[in-house]
């Protein structure tokens, strides 16, 4: 029986509906109707226009089987509408495995490395052949944030089509973002340190808050400095005694109050910081180049501080605790 698989546009709506529906309502009774699936009125605006595609397998010009793909960031997406008639299913025909194999090639062309799923537990089959193509079960919460969620679905797969590069720790999500972030800034405080060592400055990337705040400010407060910085009193004076070792800062107490100290940087300090300035202009324009892409880095970063600022991590995960 020969199979043609073609892409679909809103010419093939009424086939592709009445196949959908058919296996959801009357052979598995799953209580969802057209009005929470519109995006199959309107295949092309859905699906194509965002970079995604949808496919059919006809058999004697009947439509047997579906499948879709709905990009939701720059190297992710999303299967949705794996559907195969009953009377076509099985290894014969291997209509599902065909249909497949044609999304994850499209996306291997289209540099989209990772690909995201929702099923319902009812269907068991669907299950067993997701896991068959390496497809791993994960949690709802490791789902990313624009991933296009169907109410009905309740169990959620993933696969990776750049397998050399995934781990444990970037399969799990945002549950690792902490451990994501620290990692980030850890190659950037090596990668900083070997560009310092390239240019002969001895310097630790971890002192450039307080010389640069030093730098701009002249002479400022430990607290005043403490807060320019975002670091907690006890982090601010531990650098600050490392600085001062290095002979690139000193204090002066404050003649209307002897118990404060004003800190301010050396003539050392000084002409380390105009040795440096140049380096900054080259680290700047490189981290320039990682920031800038289509989730700006920085504006991401800001944004997320934004939203601590209002509520914390911990003052968030309560709330979810007891239950909002």
Not at 178 to 187: A, F, H, I, P
Request: glycine share 6%.
């Amino acid at each position: 029986m020969p199979i043609e698989i073609q892409c679909l546009n809103n010419t093939h709506s009424r086939q592709i509906i009445d196949l959908v529906l058919n296996i959801q309502q009357k052979e598995f009774n799953i209580p969802i109707t057209i009005s929470d699936q519109p995006d199959l009125l309107n295949i092309e605006d859905f699906y194509i226009k965002s970079g995604g595609n949808f496919w059919g397998a006809f058999i004697n010009g009947e439509l047997a089987g579906t499948i879709a793909m709905v990009k939701f960031d720059s190297g992710s997406a999303a299967i949705r509408k794996m559907f195969v008639k009953q009377a076509y299913r099985g290894k014969e025909l291997n209509i599902a495995q065909k249909l497949l194999e044609g999304l994850i090639a499209f996306c291997k062309e289209q540099l989209i490395h990772h690909l995201y799923l929702g099923t319902v537990s009812i269907l068991k089959a669907a299950q067993r052949f997701y896991e068959r193509n390496q497809f791993q079960r994960i949690e709802k919460y490791m789902l990313p944030p624009r991933f296009p969620l169907m109410s009905a679905d309740n169990v959620f797969y993933s696969l990776d089509l750049n397998p050399a590069k995934t781990n444990v720790i970037n399969e799990v999500g945002v549950l690792a973002l902490s451990t994501r972030l620290q990692r980030l800034s850890e190659q950037l405080r090596k990668d900083g340190a070997a560009i310092y060592q390239l240019f002969d400055i001895d310097f630790e990337p971890k002192w450039f808050p307080v010389i640069y705040t030093l730098h701009r400010k002249k002479m400022i407060s430990v607290v005043e400095l403490a807060n320019e910085i975002g670091y907690t009193h006890p982090s601010t004076i531990s650098l600050l005694k490392e600085l001062e070792k290095q002979g690139l800062i000193k204090s002066k107490k404050d003649r209307q109050d002897e118990r404060k100290r004003f800190i301010l940087l050396t003539p050392k300090g000084n002409e380390l910081v105009e040795k440096m300035s140049p380096v900054w202009n080259v680290i700047g324009g490189a981290l320039a180049e990682i920031a800038n892409n289509e989730h700006n880095l920085l504006q991401a970063i800001e944004q997320a501080e934004e939203k601590i600022a209002g509520q914390s991590f911990l003052q968030r995960a309560m709330q979810l605790k007891n239950g909002r």
